[in-house]
């Protein structure tokens, strides 16, 4: 089941996700329609806040960035051909390597796109589906995809990286977003 997406401007978005336990219900159903509302919108990750819910769980498949690279620009980063995961209860552990600059988006907020600087590798403690705990490393795509994903589950948004002046020229453009006033072409909630 495809899941409206929550637009910018509802409180969800700046709420801090909790934890979950391997009993948590219809966990199953929501991850499957997790990956089908983020595949039916051209997504590379979606967050549970951004279905409206407020638990540490987040979808991802950076594998979709490395089919749309051209052929030279692939072996500019080390983490091709990307990953395809489920991420339940992450906690960073460390962020490594230098920061370096990514035009990124958000289902959350259609049309803005600015690049952002985050770090190279992040370490980070999960569990997956099963509940199996994992640390693990990544770097690359995939590393961007995850801390943007994981900045959701900490109420962060991309834009909350931008400098005041770029913020200021955006903020008629975020007002719209979170009024409804903004044409896409996937299911949207708003604040209102
Ligand atoms: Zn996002």
Redesign the pocket.
Known sequence: MILPIVAYGAPILRTVAKDITPDHPGLAKLIEDMWETMYASNGV?L?AP?INRDIRLFVMDSSQIFENLDDDEEGKYPDAPGIKQVFINAHIKSLNGEEWAYNEG????PKIREDVYRSEEVTLEYVDEQFVPHTKTFNGITARVIL??Y??IEGK??IDYLKPLKKRMLKGKLDDISKGKVRVDYKMTFQK
Do not use: M, N, R, V
């Not at 958000?106 to 907020?109: G, V």
């Open positions: 990750g967050a951004q958000c289902l959350s907020i943007h994903e900045d959701h948004l991309f």
